[in-house]
């Protein structure tokens, strides 16, 4: 099923729009935020990924660089009835071979640590709690750049 999804950058008027809106739906909008909770200042200058299916943008994710030799990942969304598909996993070695960092670290959600470390990443100490529940871990990964 992997063979009927594709990466790819945010071109289009349309592929951005789809792009914040599904990160809005799937992270900002069941706790009440508004729309533009979902941007931040680093957009401009932040590696974009999307992955598409029949032609809908259905996973997102960003990275930015903190430094020459780090990366962070955020805003990783998946539409609900694409989880547990491997997209996900797609979409984060994507941002992974995109990258020109030694480490990527992230905040991960509580309830998606254990998708991180299935995909190399090492858990790290609680950050943060997001709208007073959802808890924040941090996570890094050295990557080898061939």
Request: proline letters at 3%; aromatic letters at 10%; glycine letters at 6%.
């Amino acid at each position: 099923m992997l063979a009927s999804f594709h990466v790819i950058e945010p071109a289009t008027e349309a592929q951005w729009q789809a792009y914040y809106d599904l990160r809005w739906q799937v992270l900002r909008e069941p706790w009440g935020q508004p729309r533009g909770s979902e941007r931040d200042e680093l957009e401009a200058e932040a590696v974009h990924r999307a992955v598409v299916h029949n032609q809908h943008i259905i996973a997102v994710g960003r990275l930015h660089y903190i430094d020459e030799t780090t990366g962070q990942i955020r805003y990783m969304a998946v539409a609900p009835k694409y989880h547990r598909k491997g997209v996900a996993s797609l979409l984060l070695r994507s941002l992974e071979e995109a990258s020109l960092c030694k480490t990527i670290t992230l905040n991960s959600r509580e309830s998606a640590c254990g998708f991180y470390q299935n995909n190399g990443y090492t858990l790290g100490s609680e950050t943060h709690t997001l709208y007073g529940e959802i808890r924040h871990f941090e996570m890094h990964k050295e990557l080898i750049h061939g």
